[in-house]
């Protein structure tokens, strides 16, 4: 006879919270019987710790892998990068190159989302001295603390009305082995409210560089009516309206190559626990080439609302997370072979699946359409000669 | 055309009755538009005597320069417009435009009109669904259309490779009539900005630029009042609208010049408007000293943003934008907020819009208007605006290739009464007007070509 889902949460968010509810799921304690858990990341790390020994049964799903880090944590996936790289090709450029073009380079601690502790240095000289300062030793710590990962920021953003933007991307992983993922259709572009400018003095300005919704909110332009934020299929418009339909289907294109390749390089070193599943929030930089460049990836993306479509979006996301990983909102069985049905895929399309792939063989490619992301990629080969991973500088 | 049987001699008659009617209208017209013209310019010189602050002024040196250094965002200013309402909403104009009246009840022709329950009384001639059929035949059932046959569903090679095909032929040859036949279909996305621009014959030469570097110019010396009534209606309008904030820098990039180009007056021989006067000061009344007011005789009212904010998904060069906004206003927008007997002129638009629902959805029309809500009380809005602001950006941009493909504003009414006919069923159940304008609030979600082409030709009339 089955029963209702027991679920618990670490994360109080009512987009949460309702979707839950309007399953007739029934909410318990962490102490006691659950079948899903919604975790905050620090949770996850106790479960799967090998202190606590923790064993889930097969009715039990949680929101993380075990060791999403290998993703989200960008000096680790600098690490998984450079290994899928040598495993396909044998090249050696490292990621964090040495530029002395007086590039921006960006710095975030690892670990921390939501723009906390994000700063801006530009030239390397500067960061010598700030790494010198911070008893850090070098570029790349490995303090369990805080990892200071210096990524290239590019200083050639592409502008839209003046303004610098990033693309926020939701990807949710049901398998890594065989891969299996899918692309939210409704991601968002979030602009920075103050102009871009890149002179020097600006850099002390956070305000103008950085794109994550939680800062701008405490900046002076903030909007409640829009958040400053644009629908993805906008960004098409504007993209095939100004610049032509070719290179906008080449974006995307390259946009859903370059979330494929981060999953597929760290599918061999991930945790495949069947218990799990995981939304990420990808961040995405185009430049004024229209080409994307991969900022980070966010294992609890926020799930608080800015506005009244944002709220709308989150919920409409979760759902849909919920219809694919726990089926039919019944009590879950982690034997089942996480295949859904497309009639409850709601937003989300393939973005790849491993299996079908596989088995399909060559690239099955559907039309890029005005207002819809791509769907399945198959087993893309790029064979324009470039090295697989440039865009992974 | 000639009809045998009746005579030549009561054609002629109708055609004396219908001149004799006409010539009426126009003095009518021309006291309305005179009256209202001198209330929006009252209303200007009353904020500018209250506010202290003059029509226009010299901009001392270092304000110059710090304008010119903020240039590419004026967004980011955060000037005191407290005090500053907008000098008309589509609503005052509404009002006005109900007060027309025409005392010739005596012309046989108007006898359908007596029947006519709208707010509109002025008996214009407006077309009828048959008529609205041929002239736009191009949107029939069996013709391909963009926002139709280019759906996900559709495989391309139906329709849209085909015409995308032709219309890069359109541009290679540079064919301006061509092209306006093509967009009748509507553009495809990549071509558009293009297009447009081959229709309205703009074509970016240096002395185009050149031109537009002089309006900034004046933009950087003078400060005009209008300058703050735009600032105002970007910061209410378009700041806080879902697809276009972005563009906030633009507008004020265009607009202000724009209230400054004096070219913008020539429009005025073909408008039956009037561009409104002011004084330099100390010489009320002496004609020598009399000068436009704004430069281009244009006084932005609330919500005139809007009718540059879409043109930015198209044009991103400041100077390019500027143009197409300025012979689109020149050819099209300026009929939407001026008073005339003009087939795409506002009150002839607002009588299409309500004929058509009248005739054709009679039922819903009563039913709105026992319960107070009649339809062009929620619908002038949308039709002033273009609908700019209230369709999705993609959906507007396919109602505009019909504008220009057409060189006419009529679809506008059509559209407006065709989404009544869609959410006829809701609004029967409706009994307040507020209701009535929550039903009608949120068109963010309609897919303009199936509403237009259902209504035209598949709906039994």
């Not at chain 2, 209330?39 to 320069?65: D, F, W, Y």
């Not at chain 2, 589509?90 to 329950?117: A, I």
């Not at chain 2, 509109?120 to 259309?145: T, Y």
Request: aromatic share 12%; hydrophobic share 40%; proline share 4%.
């Amino acid at each position: 006879m089955a029963g209702k889902v027991m679920w618990v949460t670490d994360i109080e968010k009512s987009v949460l919270i309702n979707n839950f509810e309007k399953r007739g799921w029934i909410q318990v304690a962490e102490n006691e019987d659950w079948n899903f858990y919604w975790m905050s990341v620090q949770t996850i790390r106790n479960v799967f710790s090998v202190e606590t020994g923790y064993r889930l049964s097969d009715d039990q799903i949680v929101n993380h892998f075990p060791n999403h880090y290998e993703l989200t944590r960008k000096d680790l996936m600098v690490k998984n990068i450079k290994r899928y790289r040598k495993e396909l090709e044998k090249e050696g450029s490292p990621l964090a190159e040495k530029d002395e073009n007086g590039k921006y380079i960006y710095l975030e601690p690892c670990g921390k989302a939501q723009g906390k502790g994000i700063f801006l240095i530009n030239k390397l000289s500067q960061i010598k001295k700030w790494s010198r300062d911070s008893k850090t030793s070098s570029f790349v710590s490995q303090s369990s603390k805080e990892a200071y990962v210096i990524s290239l920021y590019i200083n050639n953003p592409l502008l839209i009305g003046g303004k610098k933007f990033d693309l926020r991307l939701y990807v949710l992983v049901s398998t890594y082995r065989p891969l299996r993922c899918y692309m939210y259709k409704l991601g968002f572009c979030r602009f920075c409210t103050v102009k871009y400018t890149p002179s020097t003095s600006e850099l002390d300005n956070m305000f103008v560089h950085l794109t994550n919704v939680a800062i701008q909110k405490h900046g002076d332009d903030y909007n409640h009516i829009h958040g400053g934020k644009w629908t993805v299929s906008n960004l098409r418009l504007y993209l095939e309206s100004t610049r032509g339909k070719e290179v906008t289907n080449k974006l995307f294109d390259e946009i859903h190559w370059i979330i494929v390749q981060s999953l597929k390089a760290v599918a061999p070193v991930m945790n495949n626990d069947k218990h799990c599943f995981e939304c990420y929030g990808y961040d995405i930089i185009i430049d004024d080439k229209l080409k994307p460049w991969l900022i980070e990836v966010n294992a609890s993306p926020s799930l608080t609302s800015s506005t009244a479509n944002d709220r709308i979006l989150k919920y409409n996301l979760i759902n849909d997370t919920l219809n694919i990983a726990v089926p039919n909102g019944e009590i879950p069985d982690c034997k089942w072979n996480k295949s859904p049905p497309k009639e409850v895929l709601g937003n989300y399309e393939v973005l790849y699946d491993e299996e079908m792939a596989q088995s399909d063989g060559p690239d099955r490619d559907l039309r890029s359409r005005s207002g819809q992301s791509t769907g399945v990629k198959g087993n893309r080969a790029r064979d324009s000669g470039k090295p697989v991973l440039t865009t992974w500088k | 055309m000639l009809d045998p049987d009746s005579g030549l001699s009561l054609t002629i008659a109708r055609i004396v009755q219908r001149l004799k009617g006409s010539s009426l209208h126009s003095q009518l017209e021309r006291q309305a538009r005179g009256n209202w013209e001198k209330r929006i310019l009252k209303s200007l010189n009353s904020m500018c005597t209250e506010l202290g602050i003059p029509l226009a002024q010299k901009r001392p040196v270092n304000e110059q320069k710090e304008l010119l250094n903020k240039w590419n965002e004026m967004g980011t200013d955060e000037p005191d417009l407290s005090l500053f309402r907008p000098v008309y909403a589509p609503k005052d104009f509404l009002e006005v435009l109900m007060n027309l009246r025409n005392p010739n009840y005596e012309n046989g022709e108007q006898l359908s009109f007596r029947n006519h329950l709208g707010l509109i009384q002025v008996p214009l001639k407006v077309k009828d669904i048959p008529e609205l059929k041929e002239d736009f035949s191009e949107l029939g059932l069996n013709i391909g259309q963009l926002g139709i046959d280019d759906s996900a569903q559709v495989p391309p090679e139906f329709f849209e490779n085909e015409h995308v095909r032709v219309g890069q032929k359109v541009l290679a040859e540079q064919d301006s009539a061509a092209a306006q036949q093509y967009v009748r279909q509507g553009c495809p996305t990549a071509l558009r900005a293009d297009l447009w621009a081959l229709i309205l014959n703009i074509s970016n030469q240096p002395e185009d630029i050149l031109y537009y570097e002089q309006l900034k110019s004046n933009v950087i010396q003078h400060d005009l009042l209008v300058d703050s009534l735009i600032y105002k209606d970007v910061k209410l309008t378009a700041s806080n609208d879902d697809y276009y904030f972005v563009f906030e820098d633009y507008l004020y990039q265009v607009l202000l010049c724009f209230s400054r180009d004096t070219s913008v007056l020539e429009h005025f021989t073909y408008s039956s408007a009037t561009p409104p006067k002011s004084y330099i000061r100390g010489k009320l009344g002496m004609e020598e000293y009399a000068v436009f007011y704004p430069p281009n005789g244009v006084i932005p009212f609330h919500g005139f943003s809007m009718y540059v904010a879409p043109l930015c998904f198209l044009y991103h060069e400041p100077s390019r934008l500027y143009q197409i906004f300025r012979e689109m206003y020149v050819r099209f927008f300026f009929r939407l907020h001026s008073i005339s007997s003009h087939a795409s002129g506002i009150v002839s638009l607002c009588l299409l819009f309500e004929t058509l629902l009248q005739t054709h959805l009679p039922q819903l029309f009563y039913h709105l208007r026992e319960i107070g809500a009649q339809p062009l009380r929620i619908s002038f809005k949308w039709l002033v605006r273009a609908f700019s602001g209230y369709l999705a950006t993609d959906q507007l941009l396919l109602l505009w290739d019909r504008i220009l493909g057409y060189n006419s504003l009529e679809i506008l009414a059509v559209l407006a009464a065709a989404v009544f006919a869609f959410r006829a069923v809701n609004l029967m159940e409706v009994t307040s007007l507020a209701a009535a304008e929550a039903v009608l609030a949120d068109l963010s979600t309609l897919k303009v070509m199936p509403l237009l082409q259902i209504f035209l030709f598949a709906t039994v009339t």
